[in-house]
């Protein structure tokens, strides 16, 4: 008989040999479904995750895409861990991405055409408060009415979208677009734009915020009261009690971070590699980023790595895609794959299995 | 004797990781005996009672049962071959009602009618009664351990085994259990008694096995040997009593004026009109069964739930609905009864879990970022001095044994040289050398000029330390009495609760005099 056994202490050996495990054990399994479909299972695994960032031909456009995908997940990815490990679930990211991209851009166009270099971080600005203001409403709710925020939170994301389609065809539509929907391109306005800081890198102000907030939340949790506040409301709410946090506080200040982190992101991907309010510019980022989150087990070095892997799968799988001819579902399936068993594989950090009967001391 | 032995225990020997938890142990029990198995925590009293119910195998050794070699695979194997086991924690739903809850427990079921027939049957015959029908949630401690006695007791056992039943119960209740065993024995079953309440052993057991380090170390009779001889077998020292010395009362540091409170969680208790106060060098004990509103209690006194300002009053200034970490910085500290999820977070580190009550009195904070060499100094400092045994103050708290971790949460407030420190069962699952630390360093405190309020189930432990003595019954505080002088017929009815009501709602009429 197999059992678990719970660990008395986490074992740091398997925090780190899961994932690598996971990854290898990702391979083998999705090597014999690409096989099965009658694809070479070496070359399919070499154009996931080799080809994209060392292949002479494709790496030129793959390597920047990479940080370009990885950075809004990583910003997103990081605000939600704080309030994931405080046990506060914020589900609405995306939405909270959407009117971030939405009020920062909206400011951007109201002093169209000026050029004037402190639009750019007034934009950051907006965009941080448009996502702080979308999350505050699942948290005074929480906290006043003691509603459930994973509901608010996601049901809130429905509602920006018909918000962004009435910007985009509304009112932050291109006068000069001829009637098409979608606003003027902020990435093309100096001013307005995001540009790629280093060139060829993909590195814009987005992934820069991204890496700072990597720094910004280590430090948070292993030296700042608050960090410490979180990761004791998350693990023991009664002992959080007694040390006397102060519940609905932590409710607004983690909902607050992650809804402006996630607005900014929106407002970075708005005005560069989206380049503009379109009624579907949002893809999806806010909710990968929950995702990114967990695969990055909550801690802000291991969010930057899942991130990073996570836009790897991405591009690699649209490379095999083009390449191979590997149907798209197989390619999600894959990637399906890698979360399962990075998930799974997890629970050999804490639990060590047993053969036989219990004999616990 | 003559008689052949129930069970036989031949040279059991079981190791764990790092320790022998028992030790080449042997001794025997013939049918119809009651006998004692006493020991400090980590004696190997639970080990070798877990082999003996199936839960564990043992390295080497053998056991026989009835004359027949006995290897019990796991629990339902010893329930087959007679051997039922009363646990110290209840295993019971709290919303279900009596018969379920036995039904839940029983291999072999009968019809649900004929169970509750079965149930008043078995009730009647060894003095417990019990209602089938009652909610568990709706009992009380003694009430909810009848109902796992009368699960045993269904299933006829040759052996029955008690892990430290009357740790839960009043001196009366006690009494009752006594009782009940006493027929029990009667009827012809071996009882296994493990306690470490010395009185209770002296009162009930035919023989006791002591076991120090995981071996035997003294077989007796402990009806003829003193209480502080066996002590001494368990520990191997000398154990001296806590040392007390008069002292002048000081002013009223901690005043709680009509405090009433409705449960935060369901099955809670309400705090009813409770009113004490305590002066500088005083202890106050509040005795009674857990879940009569001690946890209620220390929860509106350290802060965690929210009462008027006025009701609880600090050296005269109302801070009842001042935030916790406001009321340590003026020194009032708490130490709650449980340990894991309560007064530590179980999967933080030891040094971690100093900054979770010591931030404020002990300066681990400065501008929002927190003093990380500081506070694993003063974890360092609590380890030392309260001699918490554990590899450093890296380590999780869940890792530590029950006591170790009991003697860490203490010492974290007491070093913090609180002016008023509330304790909630401070020694409960100690050993009884660390126990007596921690009543020593409790009385030490108080000789230094602080105010103490402890609250425990023990009473032995109230009389020894404290000042003045009141009792907690569903919600109610009976008045606060000077120690001297109480008996413990007038203990056993305060916390029985006939001198609390007269406390009760104005205008409300008795229903008997």
């Known amino acids: ?361 | 004797m003559g008689l052949t032995p129930l069970l036989t225990i031949d040279g059991l020997t079981k190791t764990y990781p790092g320790v022998v938890a028992n030790d080449d142990v042997s001794f025997h029990l013939a049918p119809g005996e009651i006998h004692a198995l006493l020991g400090e925590n980590g004696a190997g009293k639970s080990t070798l009672v877990k082999m003996i119910y199936g839960l564990a195998k043992p390295d080497a050794g053998a056991m026989t049962l009835g004359g027949a070699p006995y290897t019990p695979a796991a629990p339902w194997a010893a329930r087959a071959a007679g051997v039922a086991m009363v646990f110290q924690h209840f295993s019971l739903f709290e919303a279900l009602n009596v018969a379920e809850n036995i039904a839940l427990g029983t291999e072999t079921l009968p019809p649900p009618r004929a169970l509750a027939a079965q149930i008043r049957e078995v009730g009647k015959s060894y003095g417990l009664p019990l209602d089938p029908g009652r909610l568990v949630g709706d009992l009380s401690a003694g009430e909810r351990q009848r109902v796992e006695i009368i699960r045993c007791l269904l299933q006829n056992p040759r052996l029955l085994i008690m892990d430290e039943p009357t740790s839960v119960l009043t001196p009366q209740e006690a009494d009752i259990l006594f009782h009940t065993l006493r027929k029990i024995s009667a009827g012809g079953a071996a009882i296994l008694y493990i306690s470490h309440k010395l009185e209770d052993i002296r009162t009930l057991c035919d023989k006791a096995t002591i076991l120090r380090q995981g071996k035997v170390v003294a077989t007796c009779t402990p009806r003829e040997v003193s209480a502080a001889r066996i002590a001494e077998l368990m520990v191997g020292q000398l154990l001296s009593p806590p040392a007390r010395t008069e002292r002048a009362p000081g002013e009223v540091l901690l005043k709680v004026a009509d405090l009433s409170l409705e449960p935060v969680a369901a099955f809670g208790t309400p705090l009813r009109h409770i009113g004490f106060d305590v002066r500088a060098g005083e202890v106050l004990g509040i005795g009674g069964v857990a879940g009569n509103g001690q946890d209620e209690l220390l929860m509106a006194l350290s802060g965690e739930v929210l009462t008027a300002p006025g009701a609880i009053l600090f050296k005269d200034h109302g801070i009842g609905a001042m935030p916790p970490g406001q009321r340590r910085s003026l020194g009032l500290l708490c130490a709650p009864e449980e340990r894991l999820g309560h007064a530590a977070a179980p999967d933080m580190s030891l040094t971690e879990n100093a900054v979770l009550t010591a931030r404020q009195r002990e300066g681990l904070e400065r501008g929002g970022f927190l003093d990380w060499a500081g506070a694993k100094d003063f974890a360092r400092r609590v380890i030392a001095n309260f001699d918490v045994r554990t590899p450093g103050p890296d380590v999780v708290a869940r890792a530590l044994s029950g006591g170790n971790l009991q003697k860490y949460v203490i010492g974290r407030e007491i070093l913090q040289t609180p002016t008023v420190l509330v304790v909630n069962q401070p020694t409960w699952g100690v050993d009884a050398g660390a126990a007596a630390a921690i009543r020593q360093a409790l009385l030490d405190l108080a000789k230094g000029g602080a105010a103490v309020v402890c609250i425990s189930q023990d009473i032995d432990e109230l009389l020894e330390i404290s000042d003045w003595f009141c009792a907690l019954n569903e919600g109610h505080l009976s008045t606060p009495r000077p120690v001297r002088g109480l008996s413990m017929e007038e203990i056993g009815l305060m916390l029985g609760g006939a001198h609390a009501t007269h406390k009760a709602e104005p205008g409300a009429t008795h229903a008997a005099a």
């Open chain 1, 1 to 361: 008989m197999l059992r678990l056994e719970k660990r008395p202490a986490p074992a740091r050996g398997w925090i780190i040999g899961a994932p690598i495990l996971a990854v290898l054990l990702t391979m083998v399994a999705g090597g014999l479904m690409f096989a099965l479909l009658g694809k070479d299972p070496a070359e399919s695994i070499r154009v996931i995750f080799w080809d994209p960032l060392f292949d002479d031909r494709f790496a030129g456009f793959s390597r920047p895409q990479l940080l370009v995908k990885a950075g809004p997940l990583i910003l997103i990815a990081i605000g939600l861990s704080l309030g994931f490990r405080a046990g506060i679930w914020n589900i609405g990211a995306e939405g909270q991405y959407i009117i971030g991209a939405i009020c920062g851009a909206g400011f951007g166009l109201a002093f169209f055409p000026s050029e004037n270099p402190l639009i750019f971080p007034g934009m950051i600005i907006a965009g941080a408060l448009g996502g702080w203001a979308w999350a505050m409403i699942p948290a005074i709710l929480r906290t006043r009415f003691r509603t459930n925020e994973i509901l608010v939170s996601l049901l809130l994301v429905y509602v920006a979208e018909a918000i962004l389609a009435t910007a985009a065809t509304g009112f932050l539509r291109n006068p000069d677009g001829a009637g098409f929907p979608g606003s003027r391109n902020l990435a093309r306005h100096p001013g307005t734009d995001n540009p790629e800081i280093f060139a060829g890198t993909g590195v814009h102000w987005g992934v820069m915020t991204a890496f700072i907030a990597v720094i910004a939340a280590c430090v948070l949790l292993n030296r700042h009261i608050l960090g410490y506040q979180i990761k004791l409301a998350g693990q023991a709410p009664r002992a959080a009690r007694f040390a006397g946090v102060n519940a609905a506080r932590l409710i607004i200040l983690c909902l607050g971070i992650s809804g402006a982190v996630a607005g900014m992101a929106g407002l970075f991907e708005v005005a560069g590699p989206a380049g503009q309010i379109s009624i579907d510019f949002n893809s999806g980022y806010g909710f990968t980023a929950i995702i990114v989150a967990f695969l990055g087990r909550l801690h802000p070095v291991g969010i930057l790595l899942a991130g990073l892997l996570m836009a790897l799968t991405f591009i690699g799988g649209e490379l095999a895609q083009l390449m191979l001819g590997v149907p798209a579902p197989a390619i999600q399936a894959f990637q399906g794959m890698l979360l399962f068993f990075l998930l799974a594989l997890d629970v050999l950090s804490n639990y060590q299995v047993r053969i036989g009967y219990r004999t616990a001391a």
